[in-house]
């Protein structure tokens, strides 16, 4: 079937690094968004991408969308203990009619101090 | 505009037991999406329901079912309980339409534990 796959699983980093998770999918999205959770929480969204090759940034979080609308990228800079979540990306596979939102494995995020 | 609720929060049941999920969405709203969510599985999509019809539906067995009432407010069952049924269920709401792209907004979740 189709899917999104999203790595790494897991992340460790230092407070003041940089992270990045990637989402590949097998077919071309119609656009694809990106959630949060924060430990013990539920999703909470924070931004789709749309066209081909976008890039939006919300603070320190940057996000793309390939040119082929196929993969995306969310980094961030400079992490703070505040980033600590999993990070998951959805895809959204438009087929006719049909509309499928597919969620990736996410990628767990911890900020050691 | 209150979100997502649902109910209850936590369950505790045992196998073979039956057990019904309620969730009520964003005012507006009229699709509403469950999802299963394990540490080894991520999130797993169960089931959409939209204008109280099933829209979508997830590789998971008949156990699973859902529906949607005419108030947009969505019951989930499973039957038949099994050990690995235990999960956070999720559920979630959206308002779809020509321009919408399906942003998902999530309860807190229903905490389901078999024993």
């Known amino acids: 079937g189709q899917q999104v796959m999203q790595i790494p699983q897991y992340q460790h980093v230092q407070e003041g690094e940089d992270f990045t998770t990637y989402c590949n999918s097998s077919?071309?999205?119609?656009?694809i968004q990106w959630y949060k959770q924060r430990p013990g929480g539920h999703p909470v969204f924070l931004i789709q991408?749309?066209?081909?090759?976008e890039v939006k940034k919300q603070k320190r979080l940057t996000f793309q969308f390939g040119e082929a609308k196929k993969n995306s990228s969310l980094h961030i800079t400079a992490t703070q203990t505040t980033d600590v979540g999993t990070y998951f990306c959805?895809?959204?596979?438009?087929?006719?009619?049909?509309?499928?939102?597919?969620f990736g494995s996410g990628t767990q995020l911890t900020v050691l101090p | 505009k209150a979100g997502v609720t649902q109910t209850p929060r936590y369950l505790i049941k045992t196998r073979g037991q039956q057990v019904t999920l309620s969730c009520s969405p964003i005012s507006g709203h009229r699709s509403v999406s469950w999802y299963q969510q394990t540490p080894g599985q991520g999130l797993q999509f169960l089931f959409e329901y939209f204008s109280e019809t099933q829209r979508n539906k997830g590789n998971f067995p008949g156990r699973f079912s859902g529906r949607q009432f005419s108030n947009s407010r969505s019951e989930m069952n499973v039957s038949t309980l099994e050990l690995g049924d235990s999960a956070l269920y999720l559920c979630?709401?959206?308002?779809?339409?020509?321009?919408?792209?399906?942003?998902?907004?999530f309860g807190p979740g229903t905490r389901l534990t078999v024993l």
């Open positions: 991408l749309v066209k081909s090759g």
């Open positions: 979630a709401s959206s308002k779809p339409g020509l321009a919408s792209t399906d942003t998902q907004y």
């Open positions: 959805a895809g959204l596979i438009s087929s006719g009619s049909a509309r499928q939102l597919t």
């Open positions: 077919t071309t999205l119609s656009n």
